[in-house]
């Protein structure tokens, strides 16, 4: 739909709280680059924000309006192709996870995104964060990921070491020059110690099951300090349960925030805010967002 003004894009985060934007650019065809670019540099230019997102799995709007552009990456091909022995993957950011899996497995027989049946979001999101779960992380299959420089509109590649891949993160986290347009992936990487790509896709189904907790969240809240996880200590400092406005930790994992209705962004913060001061309080240690915050 390219542009629209005054957009209501609570659909666009998995917490469903209330949010619009000012300017809302949905980009789904490759040929909007030149609009997309220019959009951009007008936006900079009068120095408003600009913020991008794919799927919105792992987001908070933290704000009623946002004043400035958000542009929806929401280009959804993907393909396998083989290089000699290798199952290769090319995937454009928008394409979602469970497709993917699916058919790695299904159809070509490659266990190795086993894993991450039922990994929510969408390929772009997964590049960015260098998402992962039972042992397997994006930065271990991707090759290279396809950018666009949103100054300059050129187009190019970078390496998985350019990417500058840590825990969850990655050096395009951090800066809003270049947007993932696409992802090469490797899917003959094997890992011979996880147990979880031997299993059977209802088998890893049945797994995901207990771990994930039912509702609407972004998954995991919060990243697992070294040596312990986020959940464990949000539950031994006595919070599952616990609820503020239409948000709730789960009672069934302490590192999920469920929504209900009438949710509301302020909820969150809070939630998140009592979360960090009794871990801290009872443990001395920090507990660090993986859920990304836009403001």
């Given at each position: 739909?390219?542009?629209?003004?005054?957009?209501?894009?609570?659909?666009?985060?998995?917490?469903?709280?209330?949010?619009?934007?000012?300017?809302f650019?949905?980009?789904?065809?490759?040929?909007?680059i030149p609009?997309?670019?220019?959009?951009?540099?007008?936006v900079?230019q009068?120095?408003?924000?600009?913020?991008?997102?794919?799927?919105?799995?792992?987001?908070?709007?933290?704000?009623?309006?946002?004043?400035?552009?958000?542009?929806?990456?929401w280009?959804?091909?993907f393909?396998?192709?083989?290089?000699?022995a290798?199952?290769?993957?090319?995937?454009?950011?928008?394409?979602?996870?469970?497709?993917?899996?699916?058919?790695?497995?299904?159809?070509?027989?490659?266990?190795?995104?086993t894993?991450w049946?039922?990994?929510?979001?969408?390929?772009?999101?997964?590049?960015?964060?260098n998402?992962?779960?039972?042992?397997?992380?994006?930065?271990?299959?991707?090759?290279?990921?396809?950018?666009?420089?949103t100054?300059?509109?050129a187009?190019?590649?970078?390496?998985?070491?350019?990417?500058?891949?840590?825990?969850?993160?990655?050096h395009?986290?951090?800066?809003?020059?270049?947007?993932?347009?696409?992802?090469?992936?490797?899917?003959?990487?094997?890992?011979?110690?996880?147990?979880?790509?031997?299993?059977?896709?209802?088998?890893?189904?049945?797994?995901?099951?207990?771990?994930?907790?039912?509702?609407?969240?972004?998954?995991?809240y919060?990243?697992?300090?070294?040596g312990?996880?986020?959940g464990?200590?949000?539950?031994?400092?006595?919070?599952?349960?616990?609820r503020?406005?239409?948000?709730?930790?789960?009672?069934h994992?302490a590192?999920?925030?469920?929504?209900?209705e009438?949710?509301?962004?302020?909820?969150?913060?809070?939630?998140?805010?009592?979360?960090?001061?009794?871990?801290?309080?009872?443990?001395?240690?920090e507990?660090?967002?993986?859920?990304?915050?836009?403001?």
């Amino acid at each position: 739909m390219g542009l629209e003004r005054n957009k209501d894009i609570s659909r666009y985060s998995a917490f469903k709280t209330p949010a619009s934007a000012e300017y809302f650019f949905d980009f789904t065809d490759r040929s909007q680059i030149p609009e997309l670019v220019e959009l951009i540099g007008r936006v900079r230019q009068e120095g408003f924000p600009i913020v991008y997102i794919a799927g919105g799995t792992n987001c908070l709007f933290a704000f009623d309006r946002f004043p400035g552009a958000m542009v929806h990456i929401w280009l959804k091909d993907f393909h396998f192709s083989m290089n000699g022995a290798a199952l290769v993957l090319d995937a454009e950011s928008g394409a979602p996870m469970g497709p993917i899996v699916s058919e790695s497995v299904k159809v070509h027989g490659m266990p190795t995104l086993t894993p991450w049946v039922w990994l929510p979001g969408t390929i772009g999101g997964a590049v960015v964060g260098n998402a992962g779960c039972f042992w397997l992380e994006t930065s271990q299959v991707v090759k290279r990921v396809e950018v666009l420089d949103t100054v300059t509109g050129a187009v190019s590649f970078f390496s998985n070491e350019e990417m500058g891949y840590a825990y969850r993160t990655s050096h395009l986290k951090w800066h809003d020059r270049h947007i993932v347009l696409s992802a090469e992936f490797d899917l003959s990487y094997t890992q011979a110690e996880n147990p979880f790509a031997r299993l059977s896709i209802s088998e890893m189904q049945a797994i995901r099951r207990t771990k994930q907790p039912p509702g609407l969240s972004c998954g995991s809240y919060f990243t697992n300090p070294p040596g312990t996880s986020a959940g464990k200590l949000i539950d031994q400092a006595g919070l599952k349960g616990t609820r503020i406005g239409g948000m709730q930790i789960s009672p069934h994992h302490a590192n999920f925030f469920v929504s209900s209705e009438g949710a509301v962004w302020q909820d969150v913060v809070e939630l998140a805010e009592l979360a960090k001061a009794k871990v801290r309080e009872r443990f001395q240690t920090e507990l660090h967002e993986e859920v990304r915050i836009i403001k």
